[in-house]
């Protein structure tokens, strides 16, 4: 779908991407960075807006210096900031993208009422947009990319402003983009747990260099973690602490779960050697006398990549020192 | 045997899910999306396809400039009399007032919005590119002014005819007419976009629009009084180079028949109308280049 061969591209004063080689297949993708990491930069040289300073790059197998006009009638675009008229009504201002993209008027009316449907505008689509919600807004600038059903389409930041419901309803529409509709799909985030759940394949860049491209698969099945939370009791009045000395005890040495993960502090986490790892925490637990919570197997967060690059980074730059 | 079989309404009226069917039509790409972007900002200049509000200024306008020319038809008729009472190209010229706030509001109801909401990178997402947009925004801003200033041209060429006035005259003066509106329509509207497509604001739009507009006539028709005045005559064509009202009854009193409006009916000579054609040109050329320019750097 897209194949970026040490694309750089160098304003005066920054290098947006530094020798940027990746390739991405059919499915979703997510772009994963930091604000200011090189993701708009990258969207805007794969549409063919923005000529790379070195470097090639392909999208549908076109190049993008001198394809760019048949690169962009077959990919949809979503941008991160608002970009619809208050004014108008959802059909028409979709209509009117759809012939912008050059479908013929009657087509473009069909697939209009299609796409709107899909993305679950029924009603209030005749209304004018300055009147929707934000949820809603994302919903009609999702329905814009999706007109003139394109092979491939580029999300930027889809779930920005949204809450925690919105985000979850628009992941789930982002999934089916591709498992039903058959097209593929770049989406970018700076949220990885998102992506996580939603995406087949992740590429991570950060100060516009390759950090890492693997699939989802990859990046949180390596190793099994297991999550316990026990109750306190009056012989042990705080418990989690209590459990953490007695693993040690017994040799297995307890994470440090106070790494900015949900439920630190009440949660261990564990490396998982194999099954006698969950015997040991049973026979630990019962022998304090304290009641287990929960135990469940955890995956392991992209954002852990991140972390780990982080001290790759000290450390190489302590080295240095 | 069909009235044993009866139609249930419950086989008829059944929504089916029919699930994300792709699309395989054809796609008419760049050239067909910019007639599409034209044709759209054609419309939108007169309202339509928005809301009621806005179609309003615009509808009142284009009233406004026809009644005169109805009533003048009508008063022609009525006294039998063997002219209209104003040159076709003069019309314009009288109307001037009604043109520029014409062009002060829609200039802007065509690229500001555009940029104020930002839809201008999702029109740069699609085939088109910046020229194409700039091409269908000015050509469509320059196409409403024409209907704006032709149609009561047409009300009157009509009104003539109906009169029983001479035909090869009023056809004469009519196609005068309509040269002479063209030319208006293409630099007004360059000069309202090159104004409005700086700023994302409307009402900084139509303000700038019809400052530079009025103030330049105002300034330029005042010097003229003033030199016609102290006796350098000569100073008065030269002059009025400096605005875009004048330009034109420059252009058309040295070469479409038309009695300047200048003071002292001092219209340029076919030489200096010569200079007045070329600057007329070099503007509007000037403002397409500087809208390319302007949107060159829009991007995403």
């Given at each position: 779908m897209i194949a970026t061969e040490s694309l750089s591209k160098r304003f005066p004063r920054v290098t947006a991407l530094d020798r940027l080689s990746v390739d991405v297949g059919p499915g979703v993708t997510g772009l994963v960075g930091a604000n200011g990491a090189g993701k708009s930069t990258l969207i805007k040289i794969l549409l063919g807006l923005s000529p790379a300073t070195e470097g090639r790059a392909e999208v549908l197998g076109l190049d993008v210096a001198t394809k760019g006009g048949d690169i962009r009638e077959r990919v949809g675009y979503m941008p991160e900031h608002d970009c619809l008229p208050p004014d108008v009504s959802a059909t028409e201002f979709v209509v009117h993208m759809a012939r912008m993209s050059g479908l013929p008027p009657a087509a473009a009316r069909e697939r209009t009422a299609d796409t709107l449907r899909h993305v679950g505008l029924y009603e209030e689509r005749y209304r004018p947009i300055g009147g929707y919600s934000t949820g809603m807004k994302q919903r009609v600038k999702l329905a814009q990319a999706l007109v003139h059903d394109p092979q491939l389409v580029l999300l930027d930041?889809?779930?920005?402003?949204?809450?925690p419901v919105g985000r979850d309803d628009m992941l789930a529409l982002i999934r089916r983009i591709y498992a039903d509709f058959g097209i593929s799909v770049l989406v970018t985030s700076h949220l990885l747990g998102e992506l996580e759940r939603t995406c087949d394949h992740v590429v991570v860049i950060d100060g516009g260099k390759l950090l890492r491209s693997s699939s989802t698969t990859d990046f949180t099945q390596n190793t099994t973690t297991l999550a316990i939370e026990v109750t306190d009791t009056d012989a042990h009045p705080d418990g989690t602490d209590a459990v953490r000395d007695a693993l040690h005890a017994r040799g297995v040495d307890v994470l440090d779960a106070d790494s900015g993960l949900p439920g630190a502090g009440h949660i261990l986490l564990l490396t998982a050697q194999g099954e006698e790892t969950y015997d040991v925490v049973r026979d630990v637990v019962a022998d304090l006398g304290l009641g287990l919570v929960r135990m469940e197997q955890r995956r392991h967060h992209i954002s852990e990549v991140f972390k780990d690059s982080d001290a790759e980074r000290k450390e190489a730059v302590g080295h240095g020192g | 045997m069909a009235v044993e079989q009866p139609t249930r309404a419950g086989d008829q009226t059944r929504i089916h899910n029919i699930g994300y069917r792709s699309y395989d039509g054809p796609r008419l790409g760049r050239a067909y999306a910019t007639r599409s972007l034209y044709s759209q900002s054609l419309r939108g200049s007169y309202g339509l396809g928005r809301s009621v509000k806005s179609k309003v200024l615009p509808m009142l306008l284009f009233v406004v400039m026809c009644v005169p020319a109805a009533i003048m038809v009508a008063v022609a008729v009525a006294t039998k009399a063997n002219d209209l009472p104003v040159d076709y190209t003069r019309y314009a010229i009288i109307m001037q007032a009604v043109i520029s706030l014409y062009v002060a509001s829609q200039a802007p109801q065509s690229v500001s919005r555009d940029l104020r909401f930002k839809t201008v990178p999702l029109y740069f997402s699609r085939p088109i590119e910046t020229a194409d947009y700039v091409r269908a925004k000015y050509a469509a801003l320059a196409s409403a002014m024409f209907v704006l200033t032709a149609a009561p041209l047409l009300v009157l060429y009509v009104g003539a005819l109906l009169a029983k006035l001479d035909f090869t005259d009023q056809t004469k003066g009519f196609a005068q007419g309509l040269v002479s509106v063209a030319l208006l329509s293409l630099l007004f509207a360059g000069i309202g976009l090159v104004i409005a497509s700086v700023t994302p604001r409307r009402g900084f739009g139509i303000a700038a629009v019809i400052a530079v507009l009025t103030i330049s006539y105002g300034a330029v028709t005042t010097l003229q009084a003033i030199a016609d005045a102290q006796g350098t005559t000569d100073a008065v064509p030269w002059i009025g180079l400096f605005s875009p009202v004048t330009l034109i009854d420059g252009v058309q009193s040295a070469f479409l028949g038309a009695n300047s409006a200048f003071p002292g009916a001092a219209g340029p000579s076919n030489g200096e109308g010569v200079v007045y054609v070329l600057a007329v040109l070099g503007l509007i050329a000037a403002c397409y280049g500087l809208l390319l320019r302007r949107y060159r750097k829009v991007g995403l």
């Open positions: 930041e889809p779930t920005n402003g949204l809450d | -």
